[in-house]
DNA sequence: CGGAGCGTTGATTAACTTCAAGGGCTGTGG
DNA sequence: CCACAGCCCTTGAAGTTAATCAACGCTCCG
């Protein structure tokens, strides 16, 4: 592990700039430090599919794979830590241990895609935008944020979040407004909330028939 | 590679068998000799999201996971092609080029995976079918199937395909026989077709602006 | 003949999109 | 400091797509 610190370097992004586009070669690896990503598809009419969002502690790239099927664009300020390609391709044959890291990576990945799958087949507007919303909670906490009473991010305006979700922004605004009429989540400004009734918004989220009282 | 062959087995099933739980242990990997097998999750509530489709010589399973989050189903008799997980996490760790092989797979599926969440989140449903057609024609082709007049298959059934496209049962069978009626497709049966108009079928799946006509 | 399983078709409804207008920040320049 | 522009968001009304509800048809099989 000690060996990656010899091939890394920052690389930094200002919101709105395009970090991959679709086809380009990728020269390294990295991971974000800093910032929100989006991964994306544009149809040729325009229609827009984000297929993941990258936060800090996620990984970019692939090893193997010249290049990449989908956009990449920094939706805030991006530091990217990057790793020049052929050295972690040789340090990746190199300990054994890596690659079955990238393995498990790849696979936690396919894992949420086929998660994602179900919200985008099969869940409606509102369950939609309550899945989004308990993700972005879990994963802050996860970082250590929104811990006791400072408000949680949401890392997207009204229109990412709705190529995210397969909806019209329109839609993902009036359900966020919705659950806030409704005493689930109170906001701070357009970005920053805080969520009042967990357990609501779990039952909105359609993960759970019962709302997850058991006993 | 012939390793391989002193720890393999077959195993059968019969259409409509399941294969797999969600939460099963994953007691040995496979791989799709003959038959097709559906990969699905289940809403507490009932509605279905397919989120792999199984035909032949495709893999089932991954290394260092104990369990699947997903039913794996029969949708026709199969027959597996299975290696007992132990010996062959041996030979993993003993011969590179197979972990290599097992993180291309990965790869591909999730690419597979991005692919279809374009198609949940933002495509018609007519343009959800044509694309499922358009697969089939080509996974078929592959195989060596449904060359000189020879029909293809719909290996599912409406349903089924309703399932894996987030759609209903209804929305399928009428897109369907709207294809038939423009002329784009023919139906022998209710599972064997042929298509009379690539292009027109093309140019429905949306993956295309202008049709694809270059020059 | 009768039933089960699948598929088709029609009528109605519901959910979401589309279209349209306006509101509220935020930063900038007079 | 205020006016104004730009961006994002909200809200309402109308329009569409696909879901739902319901009935019927076909085919295979006992």
Redesign the interface.
């Known amino acids: 592990m000690q060996e990656l610190e010899g091939i890394k370097s920052y690389k930094s992004f200002s919101a709105g700039d395009q970090i991959l586009w679709r086809g380009d070669d990728l020269t390294y690896v990295a991971s974000v430090v800093k910032g929100v990503a989006t991964?994306s598809?544009t149809?040729?009419?325009g229609?827009?599919?984000m297929?993941?969002l990258l936060l800090p502690s996620d990984f970019i790239g692939?090893?193997?794979?010249r290049s990449i099927?989908?956009d990449v664009v920094a939706t805030s300020d991006v530091t990217l830590c990057c790793f020049q390609r052929k050295p972690f391709e040789r340090l990746l044959?190199t300990v054994?241990h890596v690659?079955?890291r990238?393995?498990?990576i790849?696979?936690d990945?396919?894992?949420a895609?086929?998660?994602?799958?179900?919200l985008?087949?099969?869940k409606t507007a509102r369950e939609k935008i309550a899945t989004f919303v308990e993700m972005m909670v879990r994963r802050q906490h996860i970082a250590g944020l929104g811990l006791d009473q400072e408000p949680l991010i949401l890392p997207l305006t009204r229109d990412e979040i709705s190529n995210y979700?397969?909806l019209t922004l329109e839609t993902v605004s009036r359900q966020l407004n919705a659950l806030k009429k409704e005493g689930v989540l109170r906001f701070i400004d357009r970005r920053r909330f805080e969520v009042i009734d967990v357990e609501a918004l779990h039952t909105a989220s359609?993960?759970?028939?019962?709302g997850g009282v058991l006993s």
């Open positions: 991964l598809k149809m040729e009419d229609r827009i599919q297929v993941g692939r090893p193997d794979r099927d989908f044959s054994p690659s079955q990238l393995m498990e790849a696979l990945e396919l894992d895609a086929r998660d994602w799958m179900v985008l087949g099969r979700l397969g359609g993960d759970d028939s019962d």
